[in-house]
């Protein structure tokens, strides 16, 4: 069947082309369960030559019938017969009557429908999210928790839902809004589905990228048990387990999931090759460290490239020097716009994403403001820029339309990656009804893992390495006898409480443990610097330097911010901290980096540092310090009473600071929404945000208070219109 397979793909290309002979080789495949996928490829691979099959436009048709290609059979032949039609009318999708199923996204809405709960292993093509949606559609569920990585795609999610259903379902998806309807849909990463009290009575609940719930193997043959988001992911998946009815979790290239049957929970395993889409890859065997084979392997990638062009890079300044070699090569296309003039006055007219955007190239990586990730995948996909460079970002909060992609780097920041993120970066390339074939060209060679592409689930398949903060947190009935007794163990000594465990799972026991020693072993003198309320104690910030060192230093290490001996990361905590504004310690920082390159030749690049303080805004300040924040106000709370040191402790204004970037309370909700940070100081001078209201609230008051913010410049109004809902894709 592979012969019959290899010779009709090649054929399409030859001179002498038989239409005839290449469809007869498809019948020959679908009619033979085990070779469906391959004549599935091959119906693709027509559509994408359509010209070819002219005179044989009626047998082509009944392929992509009998293949189960029904998105094709609609968008792709105007001859339908009444056949046709009724088979049409019978995968037409709930929630559109322009959208109908393939045969395979309808075998698993028959199990969803009829209660069944699924995992499924699919291409990233295949179009999971309709069968979402198409369950919504329904009407029939009322509470639904969707489970996603990461901010930026809840939002992504959050506007296709709101367009879809926001007349009949509460789309919840912010921390602040409370649920005020029987039908709600909660659209959260797993953090926050954590946070939540009111997370009950649910009907079904979807967990994406599920591969996601298991811990990393490492190259050495070990386990990575230090994950803290695949610890929050497991108590997400056992506290909805408790309190739904069905699940449905999706993801790529899986052979089997271990840990769900053990807990209890029947369920359907479905894993299928089912594509809609078909992919040509090249693999150039360029060594990982070869920075200058890479480069000059990219010209003759790029003469391949026709149309829209993803790059994935490991790295911010990878994708910077990626973006440089494009614009040197000639594939830039200079271009002026109000919003560069705005990039370049807020951040910097020389950093890496202002010069490729002047010329007509995008860059999408994390820490790169909200904002301007959706304005520049906006920007891609209405394919008014044809290169898109990013990071893993491009698998975690981007939905894109993209003929080609290529892999510069078999890595994510420092780790390697594995077959399913290499899989899954592959994916990207082509879209169903817009690019039927998609090329891939990897740079190195194909990650060749020791994985067997199983999923072992943590919190169903527990052993003695199962971190105590995950145990700590799952509903007791989900924990083992083993599990139970290793937890009774723990807690024995009542020196870390189990309440405390569970109240900040984020963090590993000995973390705990070690915070709890530091604590213990401090003067009366640096005990006092952490005793406070609302006003930071003299000192606090550095011996909160000296806990974040114990705790958490890879945090700040990781973004270019040395640990040891302390004095820059001191600076960097009083400075933002006696800041006005994000603004104004941000162009702060960019100043002091330009004059540190000046007067010391520093080896770093402008963008590299700037890159760095981005991602210690939103990853360090905006989220790990006001988790290490609250740990320590409860541990040293315990200490105080045993020192009997009286006085209110209370960090509560301090983690304000940090998390809400510098903006009135609650206001940094809409910088999700993708409201610049910039943009919000600037209402917030000429506005009174409703004190105590959520994300909807502030939402509504922006749109009935336009007249309040009609004068701002034109580039933060249409930030804000975006965010809003009042406008569509913005012009270069």
């Known amino acids: 069947m592979t012969v019959d397979y290899e010779m009709a793909k090649s054929s399409l290309g030859h001179d002498g082309f038989s239409a005839f002979q290449y469809l007869t080789a498809i019948n020959k495949l679908l009619s033979n369960p085990v070779s469906m996928d391959l004549g599935r490829e091959l119906i693709v691979r027509a559509l994408d030559a359509r010209e070819k099959f002219a005179d044989h436009s009626a047998i082509l048709k009944g392929m992509v019938r009998k293949s189960g290609l029904y998105p094709y059979l609609k968008s792709g032949f105007s001859d339908l017969t009444p056949g046709d039609l009724v088979a049409l ?117 979807v967990i994406d990228e599920f591969y996601k719930l298991a811990f990393r193997e490492l190259k050495s043959g070990g386990i990575d048990f230090t994950d803290e988001r695949v610890v929050e992911l497991n108590i997400a998946l056992s506290k909805l387990l408790k309190v739904s009815k069905q699940f449905y979790l999706s993801g790529p290239f899986v052979n089997s999931v271990r840990g769900l049957t053990e807990l209890g929970y029947p369920h359907t395993f479905i894993s299928t090759d089912f594509n809609t889409v078909a992919l040509d890859v090249q693999t150039l065997g360029v060594a990982a460290d070869d920075k200058k084979g890479k480069l000059k392997a990219l010209p003759s990638i790029l003469e391949q490239c026709e149309g829209a062009t993803i790059i994935y890079c490991k790295s911010s300044a990878v994708a910077g020097v990626v973006a440089r070699e494009l614009i040197r090569l000639g594939y830039g296309q200079v271009a002026q716009s109000p919003h560069l003039e705005w990039v370049a006055r807020e951040f910097d007219s020389e950093w890496d994403y202002t010069v490729a955007l002047r010329n007509g190239i995008g860059l999408h990586f994390g820490g790169l403001p909200r904002a301007l990730q959706q304005y520049t995948a906006d920007l891609f996909n209405a394919r008014k820029i044809r290169f898109l460079i990013c990071t893993s970002t491009i698998i975690e909060g981007v939905n894109t339309v993209a003929k080609n992609v290529v892999i510069y780097d078999n890595r994510d920041g420092t780790r390697g990656i594995d077959k399913f993120t290499h899989g899954n970066i592959k994916g990207r390339a082509g879209r169903m009804g817009v690019h039927f074939v998609g090329k891939v060209f990897c740079l190195e060679a194909i990650p060749e893992d020791n994985l067997n592409l199983e999923v072992d689930i943590p919190l169903g398949v527990q052993g003695d390495d199962t971190p105590i903060n995950l145990l ?173 040191v009286r006085g209110k402790i209370d960090y509560s204004h301090l983690r304000m600071i940090f998390e809400n970037l510098h903006l009135p309370t609650g206001v940094n909700a809409l910088e999700e929404m993708g409201i610049p940070i910039q943009t919000l100081h600037r209402m917030a001078l000429i506005m009174d945000f409703p004190e105590e209201a959520d994300v909807d609230g502030l939402a509504d008051y922006l749109r009935s208070n336009t007249s309040a913010w009609s004068n701002l410049g034109a580039v933060d109004r249409s930030f804000i219109n975006r965010a809003l809902g009042l406008d569509s894709v913005r012009p270069i």
Not at 543 to 571: E, H, Y
Not at 596 to 608: D, M, Q
């Open 89 to 205: 009318s019978l995968y037409r999708t709930p929630f559109s009557d322009d959208f109908v199923f393939h045969s395979m996204q309808f075998q698993i809405f028959d199990l969803l429908k009829a209660g069944r709960s699924v995992v499924l292993s699919a291409p990233t093509s295949m179009g999971k999210s309709a069968l979402v949606d198409s369950l919504l559609g329904l009407g029939e569920v009322k509470r639904v928790v969707l489970v996603v990585p990461t901010v930026a795609l809840a939002d992504e999610t959050r506007r296709r839902l709101q367009r879809r259903f926001g007349d009949s379902y509460q789309i919840i998806h912010h921390s602040s809004q409370e649920c005020r309807s029987e039908r709600a849909v909660y659209v959260l990463t797993q953090e926050r589905v954590n946070e939540r009290q009111d997370i009950e009575a649910i009907d079904f609940f």
């Open 472 to 644: 700590a947190s799952a509903q007791p009935d989900h924990l083992s006898e083993h599990s139970q007794d290793r937890f009774d163990e723990a807690f024995k000594q009542d020196r870390v409480s189990i309440d405390l465990v569970k109240k900040h799972s984020y963090f590993r026991m000995e973390q705990f443990e070690t915070l709890y020693s530091f604590v213990e072993m401090l003067t009366p003198e640096d005990f006092a610097t952490l005793t406070f309320h609302w006003t930071p104690a003299p000192d606090f910030l550095k011996t909160f330097a000296q806990v974040i060192v114990r705790l958490v230093p890879q945090t700040f290490s990781r973004n270019g911010v040395p640990t040891k001996p302390t004095d820059v990361m001191i600076a960097k905590l009083v400075s933002y901290f006696n800041a006005q504004s994000y603004s104004d310690y941000l162009k702060g920082q960019i100043e002091y980096s330009k004059q540190r390159i000046r007067n010391e030749g520093n080896k770093n690049t402008l963008s590299f540092m700037i890159n760095n303080d981005l991602k210690l805004i939103t990853n360090v300040f905006g989220y790990t310090l006001p988790k290490v924040l609250g740990l320590l106000e409860d541990v040293v709370r315990i200490h105080a009473a045993k020192r009997m």
